[in-house]
């Protein structure tokens, strides 16, 4: 079963503009991660927030979590047309010994020229 | 180096074939994973190597059977697939199998079933 929730399922904004994709989960988290996948190829990984951290940098990036809400958000400033892509959380659950890396549904953002 | 390479990018395969997705990984990890995805879903999880040993199988068919030969190579024979097994078969690694791992995935296997 999916954990994250990603919203919105497509997104197109121009260039230069803010894009902010948000992604809700179910059960309690060790950490939460966000890849990219441009059409057809694999994936890239972006950022990894822990549970205990609420805000993470990466260039461009930034990531925020809220346990309480269960639920977390990228920003992409001042967008570029190669980011056009979609975006995926993963979630891997906290407890257990089985840590399987589960996804979201994605968002599919599109960056106009 | 952060690279994970998978050998076919493309395979057509009838459904009496026996064919094999190959993966590759130079960075030292001792976990390696299968992942499928259909078109337009996210990657679903198939298969976890830790150690060279299985330690997940997430209820897959028979006809998919994973092999790790060695720490750097994990392949994925298939036989006797269905058309609806096309997907796109993505192979991962981490360091370790535990939490707060990146996982690095490859370019993944396109596999269309005929």
């Known amino acids: 079963s999916q954990q994250g929730e990603e919203d919105p399922q497509a997104l197109s904004i121009q260039e230069g503009e803010n894009a902010t994709m948000n992604c809700s989960y179910k059960?309690?988290?060790?950490?939460l991660q966000w890849y990219r996948q441009n059409s057809g190829r694999g994936l890239v990984h972006l950022i990894l927030?822990?549970?205990?951290?609420r805000e993470k940098h990466s260039g461009r990036l930034r990531v925020t979590l809220d346990t309480s809400k269960k639920s977390s958000s990228l920003l992409i400033t001042a967008s570029r047309a190669a980011d056009t892509a979609s975006y995926f959380c993963?979630?891997?659950?906290?407890?257990?010994?089985?840590?399987?890396?589960?996804f979201g549904k994605g968002t599919l953002l599109t960056v106009n020229p | 180096d952060t690279e994970v390479t998978q050998t076919p990018k493309h395979l057509v395969m009838g459904m009496t074939n026996k064919k094999s997705l190959k993966c590759e990984q130079h960075?030292?990890?001792?976990?390696m994973y299968w992942y499928k995805q259909k078109a337009k879903k996210p990657p679903e999880l198939m298969f976890v190597?830790?150690?060279?040993?299985?330690?997940i199988n997430e209820s897959v068919p028979s006809r998919f059977s994973p092999e790790c030969p060695n720490s750097s190579l994990l392949n994925l024979h298939l036989h006797a697939l269905q058309p609806e097994d096309s997907a796109l078969y993505l192979c991962?690694?981490?360091?370790?199998?535990?939490?707060?791992?990146?996982?690095?995935f490859g370019e993944g296997s396109w596999l269309t079933v005929v």
């Open positions: 991962a690694s981490s360091q370790g199998w535990t939490v707060g791992n990146t996982i690095y």
């Open positions: 927030i822990r549970s205990n951290e």
């Open positions: 059960t309690s988290i060790n950490n």
């Open positions: 993963a979630t891997i659950n906290s407890g257990g010994s089985n840590y399987k890396l589960t």
């Open positions: 960075m030292g990890h001792r976990a």
């Open positions: 190597y830790s150690y060279e040993k299985l330690s």
